[in-house]
């Protein structure tokens, strides 16, 4: 499966040097959704069967960003990425299907607020509902249940929601022999305000 993971250079690097990276959970980003990356772990575990040894959570790339199979447009890309200034490599890389998970990325956002994924309001509403009356043990399974959703990728759209016109995918480790090409580009510098 061609996939595009946007990495710091030094991550690049690491790979050259070992043949392969792997999230440290030390640098994540955002320590505040362990509850959420835990979960996902577990989820992948199921899917794609458990981490190697010493990984805990796992690497990110693209597969579909707006709609279209193709590298990220890094001019967008420069933006997004880092605090601005920095080397990130663009990393094309070819991972066996059996070892991706592909999920909704404006799904995983949901997940991340840790709320509930519906397809209409209606849905939401009741599903709302439903949850309120719940024990806290009920509505924590409840919820672990209604976030598998972000793993359906299929194209929908409604006035509610989106899906599949952004689909992330997760695997365990980047090893060097699944990169294809490497594109370098730096990170736009911010105005501070």
């Not at 994924?117 to 509505?139: A, G, M, P, R």
């Not at 209604?146 to 409604?158: E, G, L, M, S, T």
Request: glycine residues 4%; negative net charge; aromatic residues 14%.
């Amino acid at each position: 499966m061609i996939l595009w993971s946007l990495q710091p250079r030094s991550v690049l690097d690491l790979i050259q040097r070992t043949g392969r990276y792997v999230c440290d959970p030390e640098k994540m980003s955002m320590p505040e959704f362990t509850k959420q990356y835990d979960w996902l772990a577990e989820e992948m575990s199921e899917q794609i069967g458990p981490p190697p040894p010493g990984v805990q959570y796992p690497v990110w790339a693209w597969y579909i960003q707006n709609g279209q199979r193709k590298k990220p447009d890094l001019r967008k890309e420069r933006w997004c990425n880092g605090p601005g200034n920095e080397e990130y490599a663009c990393i094309e890389l070819d991972v066996p299907d059996a070892q991706v998970v592909l999920s909704d990325f404006d799904a995983w956002h949901i997940v991340l607020g840790d709320w509930l994924i519906s397809n209409s309001e209606e849905e939401d509403n009741q599903q709302e509902i439903y949850y309120d009356l719940l024990s806290d043990d009920q509505k924590a399974d409840y919820k672990r249940k209604n976030w598998k959703r972000v793993f359906d990728v299929a194209p929908f759209h409604n006035e509610w929601t989106t899906r599949g016109k952004w689909v992330q995918a997760t695997f365990w480790e980047l090893k060097s022999e699944y990169i294809q090409h490497v594109q370098l580009f730096r990170t736009a510098c911010r105005a501070k305000l």
